[in-house]
């Protein structure tokens, strides 16, 4: 059963001036495995954060068929949880509080409740426990909005484009992080993102997206094993498929 | 020293100008009409207690300031799902806030004079009606400027708009609300004491009255000195709860 279908999705947005404008138009893809590390790589404003607030179902109206596990979904919080670009850890409370947050939507139940310290764990925040997140990294703020979002115990994560503001130790430790829980949890991933390394670093299935209006326009299979040895070869492969789409400029390469 | 670090010496200037007062008005210039002799005025603070009422004076005003500030805000608690969801309310408070644009408050309270001529509850719910459209109407900004980023990530893990709203949205609104709450508290005493002093029956705007027509400089002086000191307390208790419960900014 596969785990994600989005089928000829389209999405337009209405302008302050009544006019329609199209963001995404028939995007199709689908992520067969429930353990996967997928990502969409795309330059900026090609309707990366609207597709996944879609498939999150954030944003309801779209044309189309979103599938979780073959059921058609139209609300939050059925197995998909969604990390934004920005910070969304809540700075007014620590560490604990940020993750038992998701269990006060959930009901509270006791029984996962002694789980908030084996996700502060999992993402490598033990010890800081009582930690407010408001004056710390994008990186410690990450940690935590990860932890929260593996609290509601989802079957599939979206990460919107969080590494870029980050220093380039602190995504190694993530890449690292993420490809850990991956391995551990029976949890799947996926990052939309303009950074050809990253995708290339963490991904075994990358879909590669055009703006103007967004759709996926190729479909890359990594094998994680030859990482780091074949990036270039993988970076050359995505280089041609940009150029054939002739937006090789839009997309930030570097290896 | 840097700019923010001289904030912490702020209070130098006020003590400065007391001390010009003293020196300039009790000994170089005894006599004169535009500043009382410190001596006098030190004089006049039992007439001020006695002759005028102050206690009762101060407690009502401080009274409709403090209790109508404290009862807008948790009503504005209580009612944020309506403010965010309801339509009608969003455009009710816009129309009120273009008047307040053009007519001010205070013509409000001179139709509630008119109306209620002796009623002293008139003078708190005139408070509590702009201490409460203020915020509103603040509140109205604040919805339309909001992270999305919080509002999305939680609402992924379900939440439905209920709670968003009240365990999400009224945090995310607390550094700008009160950033208000401070201008709203000043603007509460002003107009408060233009009310009391068009109105009369208690409050500082009528010592303020009384001492204008007895031509009373020492009783006017003190009583703006004590309503600038209880003003200043006043700034320092809502200061000590964002600190105590609202000491972190967003991003």
């Given at each position: 059963?596969d785990?994600?279908?989005?089928?000829?999705?389209?999405?337009h947005?209405?302008?302050?001036?009544?006019?329609?404008?199209?963001?995404?138009?028939?995007?199709?893809?689908?992520?067969?495995?429930?353990?996967?590390?997928?990502?969409?790589?795309?330059?900026?404003?090609?309707?990366?954060?609207?597709?996944?607030k879609?498939?999150?179902?954030?944003?309801?109206?779209?044309?189309?068929?979103?599938?979780?596990?073959?059921?058609?979904?139209?609300?939050?919080?059925?197995?998909?949880?969604y990390?934004?670009?920005?910070?969304?850890?809540?700075?007014w409370?620590?560490?604990?509080?940020?993750?038992?947050?998701?269990?006060?939507?959930?009901?509270?139940?006791?029984?996962?409740?002694?789980?908030?310290?084996?996700?502060?764990s999992?993402?490598?925040?033990?010890?800081?426990?009582?930690?407010?997140?408001?004056?710390?990294?994008?990186?410690?703020?990450?940690?935590?909005?990860?932890?929260?979002?593996?609290?509601?115990?989802?079957?599939?994560?979206?990460?919107?484009?969080?590494?870029?503001?980050?220093?380039?130790e602190?995504?190694?430790?993530?890449y690292?992080?993420?490809?850990?829980?991956?391995?551990?949890k029976?949890?799947?991933?996926?990052?939309?993102?303009?950074?050809?390394?990253?995708?290339?670093?963490?991904?075994?299935?990358?879909?590669?997206?055009?703006?103007?209006?967004?759709?996926i326009?190729?479909?890359?299979?990594?094998?994680?094993?030859?990482?780091?040895?074949?990036?270039?070869?993988?970076?050359?492969?995505?280089?041609?498929?940009?150029?054939?789409?002739?937006?090789?400029?839009?997309?930030?390469?570097?290896? | 020293?840097?700019?923010?670090?001289?904030?912490?010496?702020?209070?130098?200037?006020?003590?400065?100008y007391?001390?010009?007062?003293?020196?300039?008005?009790e000994?170089?210039?005894?006599?004169?009409?535009?500043?009382?002799?410190?001596?006098?005025?030190?004089?006049?603070?039992?007439?001020?207690?006695?002759?005028?009422?102050?206690?009762?004076?101060?407690?009502?005003?401080?009274?409709?300031?403090?209790?109508?500030?404290?009862?807008?805000?948790?009503?504005?608690r209580?009612?944020?799902?309506?403010?965010?969801?309801?339509?009608?309310?969003?455009?009710?408070?816009?129309?009120?806030?273009?008047?307040?644009?053009?007519?001010?408050?205070?013509?409000?309270?001179?139709?509630?004079?008119?109306?209620?001529?002796?009623?002293?509850?008139?003078?708190?719910?005139?408070?509590?009606?702009?201490?409460?459209?203020?915020?509103?109407?603040?509140i109205?900004?604040?919805?339309?400027?909001?992270?999305?980023?919080?509002?999305?990530?939680?609402?992924?893990?379900?939440?439905?708009?209920?709670?968003?709203?009240?365990?999400?949205?009224?945090?995310?609104?607390?550094?700008?609300?009160?950033?208000?709450?401070?201008?709203?508290?000043?603007?509460?005493?002003?107009?408060?004491?233009?009310?009391?002093?068009?109105?009369?029956?208690?409050?500082?705007?009528?010592?303020?009255?009384?001492?204008?027509?007895?031509?009373?400089?020492?009783?006017?002086?003190?009583?703006?000195?004590?309503?600038?000191?209880?003003?200043?307390?006043?700034?320092?208790?809502?200061?000590?709860?964002?600190?105590?419960?609202?000491?972190?900014?967003?991003?």
């Open positions: 059963m785990l994600l279908q989005v089928k000829n999705v389209s999405k947005v209405e302008g302050f001036s009544g006019t329609r404008q199209l963001i995404l138009t028939d995007v199709n893809f689908t992520i067969n495995s429930v353990d996967s590390f997928t990502s969409i790589l795309a330059p900026y404003g090609a309707g990366k954060t609207t597709l996944l879609t498939i999150a179902a954030l944003e309801v109206k779209h044309n189309g068929e979103i599938k979780l596990f073959e059921k058609i979904y139209d609300k939050c919080g059925k197995g998909i949880a990390i934004p670009e920005n910070p969304s850890s809540f700075p409370l620590d560490v604990k509080g940020n993750i038992l947050l998701e269990q006060k939507i959930s009901g509270m139940q006791k029984t996962k409740k002694l789980q908030t310290e084996h996700f502060i999992l993402v490598g925040l033990s010890g800081y426990e009582d930690y407010f997140p408001a004056n710390k990294s994008n990186g410690f703020r990450f940690r935590v909005s990860l932890a929260r979002a593996l609290s509601a115990e989802p079957k599939l994560i979206l990460i919107d484009d969080c590494f870029k503001k980050m220093t380039e602190t995504r190694e430790e993530l690292k992080l993420l490809k850990n829980i991956n391995e551990k029976e949890v799947s991933f996926l990052l939309a993102s303009t950074n050809v390394n990253e995708v290339l670093r963490l991904s075994t299935k990358v879909f590669l997206m055009k703006n103007n209006p967004g759709t326009f190729g479909t890359l299979n990594i094998d994680q094993k030859e990482i780091p040895q074949k990036i270039s070869d993988y970076t050359n492969q995505i280089e041609k498929l940009f150029r054939n789409e002739k937006m090789l400029n839009s997309i930030n390469i570097y290896v | 020293m840097t700019y923010k670090n001289s904030n912490k010496y702020l209070w130098i200037y006020p003590a400065v007391f001390v010009l007062w003293i020196i300039l008005f000994f170089i210039f005894p006599v004169n009409k535009i500043l009382p002799k410190p001596s006098i005025v030190f004089d006049s603070a039992g007439a001020l207690w006695s002759d005028y009422n102050f206690l009762f004076n101060l407690l009502s005003t401080v009274g409709s300031v403090y209790i109508s500030l404290l009862a807008a805000y948790f009503l504005v209580l009612f944020l799902p309506a403010i965010k969801s309801t339509n009608s309310l969003f455009h009710f408070t816009l129309s009120l806030e273009w008047f307040s644009h053009y007519v001010p408050g205070l013509v409000l309270g001179l139709f509630l004079i008119y109306w209620f001529p002796d009623s002293e509850f008139i003078e708190f719910i005139f408070a509590f009606c702009t201490a409460f459209l203020s915020l509103v109407i603040k109205n900004k604040e919805l339309k400027t909001l992270p999305d980023e919080y509002i999305s990530s939680i609402r992924s893990l379900g939440a439905d708009e209920l709670f968003v709203t009240k365990n999400i949205v009224w945090k995310l609104i607390q550094p700008e609300l009160f950033k208000h709450l401070f201008k709203l508290h000043l603007y509460l005493w002003l107009i408060l004491i233009a009310f009391e002093f068009i109105k009369g029956g208690l409050g500082i705007g009528v010592i303020f009255k009384d001492a204008l027509l007895y031509r009373d400089l020492s009783a006017i002086f003190l009583n703006a000195l004590l309503t600038g000191v209880i003003i200043y307390l006043g700034t320092l208790l809502i200061k000590l709860a964002q600190k105590k419960f609202f000491n972190w900014r967003l991003n």
